[in-house]
């Protein structure tokens, strides 16, 4: 996953200390693919994932929607060239201020999980367009999905059956089957309950004319995951099944799937010691760690690809660890990672896979490291 | 822990967002106890808890010393006005052009804890003083302490007779208890180690002066913890028991201890909601998460005493959530967090004990927050 391009920029430009790199090629052939396997559906990219300029400009003018945490990241899709139709503030907890900000700036679609956050948007954003999140179970997901976000159905009819009494406008359901998933069924489920609360509401006059259906799509690291394709064909069978010939505006929200794959990050092997003379294993130091970006490697969840220049030697398993003061900054421990054994300090490597949830992860300054460098090629 | 100063900041200041509010008087207070508890150890302020300029210089003044993360630390330390010679370079993995750029600055004081790291300094801070981190188990510590800094203390032996073979200065050994330690007798064993490494290197004609005792001092969070007046006999007693009248130099490096309980962060509830009808708890979501400051939160591990103006009326428990689209952004969910039912949104609360280990933790930008802003008083 180090492009042409990528490996051309680490030769030329050799920045000092560690550093994302991030192909806009790449992006862009994400984001044709996603195109190409759910043609039907809208674009909304996951902002959160990595919201550098130059990925938002890109994505706005391929035609792409957005999907914003937070006024800021609506600020920067804005600033990129989206206009406001093209926004989702797509987070279910939202200052009552915040959703006045985002209204203000003419943003008009918004998401919901209980009656509370209905309230707000009808008094911050009168007449505002609202879709209800349904919990899921997650289950298949790589990096967890707690019950942080979301209702269950039943009460998501009543939060929308509320948001129509005050005078929004009941526009969908949403939710997310999970970040990494590689189980191409796990939207089916989902699509089944959304179903059941379009039913349930067509029933009381209020019809619903959309479904969310988040993100979740897969980025490949170490191991192989479906394709665009498979998922495309999965979540279209399932739409018919549960939706027949009536089938809603449907939206994804891509952030990993989009752009993961398209970064790389330059690290430099700090120390490799032991803690003991007859210590099995050897500590592999890198100059980024679980607070330097790669806060994903916590309870060693996500695992990335790591090359080197001597990844053709014999391997053995290393604990590999950060540089800061933490003892908690250690990323793969309890399932150690296979390095090759000449492998030695000051030794370069680049973990790829990391064009998501990196940068903005990064630490202010712990231990006083800067936080991580980032460049769009 | 909401002393009258902060509580006067909030009630004239009132700052939109979250923020964090350091009290420079009850940091003055804890330099103190420090200093009346262990007379005779030497403090060296561990910078990574909270490098405010005004915290260090501040400490400088009252003529602490300053244990370094890194390069940006050191020089943090410098401009607060401590001379190289009251600096550490506690760090156990530098980069070799760190260690020479901290030379170069005039520090002389490096932690080592493998081969590797004695021979970086032998070659980038020739003749410079070392310590050698032993390993210790942690066992009492609310922090988990891994193994990653340190080794067994028979290769500590070897470390130093290697280091003076280099013609580095061999000066003496390290450990840490763990942070938050609430078990005074943890350092009686690890003083016994430190004893023995040094009593197998004056056999070899080498004899170590320095037995660095690290951090571990606890604040006040919702349980009581010992004094410091309770830490410095035990410590006293045990250095005594093990060293008999040939006492060492001592060195402490509290972080926590010094700061942990003069900080505290002002936070807003964005929303209270419930994921079901007949859901027994409900969530309560802050402005301030464990991306945004409370990164210690991650496993439940630190418990932050939690104030409300409410704190009269009936409590019952909640989860408690931060405000980001991050599923893992949830700070108490297993053991909930007792709360008043009248709690509202829009309320504000205050979390005591967040002087340490909060704004440099913060992430960049996650979500499009802000990091966590951050005052002295």
Known sequence: ??????????????????????????????????????PNSDIFYAVKANPAPQILELLAGLG?????????????????????????FGNTIKKERDIARAHALGVNLFAVDCHEEVEKISRAAPGARVFCRVLTDGEGAEWPLSRKFGCVPAMAVDVLVYAHQLGLASYGVSFHVGSQMTKVEAWDA?????KRVFAQLAKQGI???????????????????????????????ALSRHFGNQLPRTIIEPGRGMVGNAG???????????????????WVFLDIGKFGGLAETMDEAIRYPIRTERDDDEMEPCVLAGPTCDSADVMYEKNMYPLPISLTIGDEVLIEGTGAYTTTYASVAFNGFEPLKSYVI
Chains 1, 2 share one sequence.
Do not use: W
Not at 190 to 194: F, G, T, V
Not at 211 to 226: A, E, I, S
Not at 264 to 282: A, C, G, M, N, T
């Open 1 to 38: 996953m180090t492009t042409e391009r990528i490996a051309e920029f680490f030769r030329t430009r050799r920045p000092d200390g560690p550093c994302l790199v991030v192909d806009r090629e790449v992006v862009r052939d994400n984001y044709t693919a996603f195109r190409r396997a759910l």
């Open 264 to 282: 790389v990050i330059k690290s430099e092997v700090v120390l490799i010691s032991k803690k003991s003379d007859d210590d099995k294993h050897r």
């Open 190 to 194: 989902a699509l089944s309950d959304a």
């Open 64 to 88: 792409s929607n957005f999907d914003c945490a937070s006024v800021a990241e609506i600020e920067m899709a804005l600033e990129a060239g989206a206009t406001p139709d093209r926004i989702s």
């Open 207 to 237: 019809h619903l004319q959309m479904v969310n259906m988040g993100g979740g799509f897969p980025t490949k690291y170490l191991r192989d995951v479906p394709t665009a394709e498979a998922y495309g064909q999965a979540i279209f069978a």
